[in-house]
C-alpha cells in the first residue's frame, strides 16, 4: 500500500522546512518508525529514550575527556542496555526502524548512532555524524583542548573508539584488499546534519526494498525522503521513475516535471535529464491512448 503524503506526520514536514538541524532527532526517527507500525503506541519508546539518558546521567561523568565520555556511552548503551550491531541478520528491514531496534537491541550503524546521539546530547555533550562512506560512525568531543578532545565511535561494533589504522581498515575493507594504503580523505571527518542522518536512514531501508522488488514500500520511503529532504532532485527522480513503473502517472508526471524544471540541481543531469523527457512523453502518450480508447467504447444501442 502506497502512503497518502497528506497524512504525514508534521514533524517530518518540519525536517524538510527546517535548516538541516532537528531538536530531538530521535524522536524524529521514532515517528519515522511509526509509519511501519501503525497503530502502535511510541509510549514506552519514548519512555526507554528517557531511561537510557537517565542512565547516563547517573554515572555523573564530570570527566572533560572525550574518551571518558565515549566509554561512558558506550558502558550505558552496550554494557547495560546491551545494544549492538545487528551482524547475523544485517540486511533485515527492523535494523532501521528504531522502535525494532528498541525491541530488539540490535540495528545498523545508523540506527544505533542516533541512540548514542540522543543520550549524549541530553548530557549537553557535543557530538554529530560524520560523512564516512559505507559504515555511518559518530564524533564525540570533549570539553577541552587536550589530546582527546574528539574521539570517534562506532555504536554497531559494541560504541569501540577508532584510531586512524581502524578506519583504514575499515575503507579497505570496503574497497577491496588490493587497497593496501587506503587514504582517508578529509571529506570522511565532514560533519553531517541530523536531516542528512535520517536521509541515510532512509536509505538504507530504500536499497534493501529495491533488492527484493518491494516497489511499494520503496515508493514509501522516496516519499518520505522528499519530504525531509525536498532540496535533493534525486529524491524526486527515483520516486517519479518508480511511480511510472507501477502505473501511478498522475503522480509521477507531478515528480518528473518538478525534477525536469530543477535538473541542474542533479548530478549526470544530461543522461537523466534525457530519461526524464522521454518518461513525460511516454505518460503522455498513454494518456492519449487512454483517453482514445474511451472515445470508442460507444454505448450499446438496444
Known sequence: ???????????????????????????????????????????????????????????????????QRAMALADVLNARHEYTGNKEFYEDLQNANLMSVIDTRKGLPVSLSILYIHVARCQGWHIEGLNFPQHFLIRLYGASSAVDAQVIIDPFNDGNILKAKDLREMIQE????????????????????????????????????????????????????????????????????????????????KSLSYCRDNIDKIKQNDLIEQQVINILLDLDKQDMESKRSNILKLPEIE
Do not use: W
Not at 3 to 14: D, F, T, V
Not at 205 to 221: E, F, H, P, T, Y
Not at 225 to 245: K, N, R, S, T
Open 1 to 67: 500500500m502506497i502512503e497518502n503524503s497528506a497524512n504525514y506526520p508534521a514533524e517530518l514536514k518540519a525536517v524538510g522546512r527546517g535548516d538541516g538541524g532537528i531538536a530531538d532527532l530521535a524522536s524524529a526517527a521514532l515517528a519515522l518508525a511509526s509509519l511501519d507500525r501503525p497503530g502502535v503506541s511510541l509510549q514506552k519508546y519514548e519512555h526507554h529514550l528517557k531511561i537510557l539518558a537517565l542512565d547516563l546521567k547517573g554515572m555523573n561523568i564530570t570527566s572533560q575527556s572525550a574518551t
Open 174 to 253: 570496503f574497497k577491496g584488499l588490493e587497497y593496501k594504503n587506503p587514504d582517508l580523505r578529509p571529506e570522511y571527518y565532514e560533519p553531517i546534519t541530523d536531516r542528512q542522518i535520517l536521509v541515510r536512514l532512509l536509505e538504507n531501508i530504500k536499497i534493501r526494498c529495491l533488492k527484493v522488488s518491494d516497489l511499494g514500500q520503496a515508493i514509501n520511503i522516496l516519499m518520505r525522503l522528499v519530504l525531509i529532504d525536498p532540496e535533493d532532485i534525486q529524491h524526486h527522480y527515483e520516486l517519479g521513475m518508480l511511480l511510472a513503473h507501477v502505473g501511478r502517472n498522475e503522480p509521477a508526471r
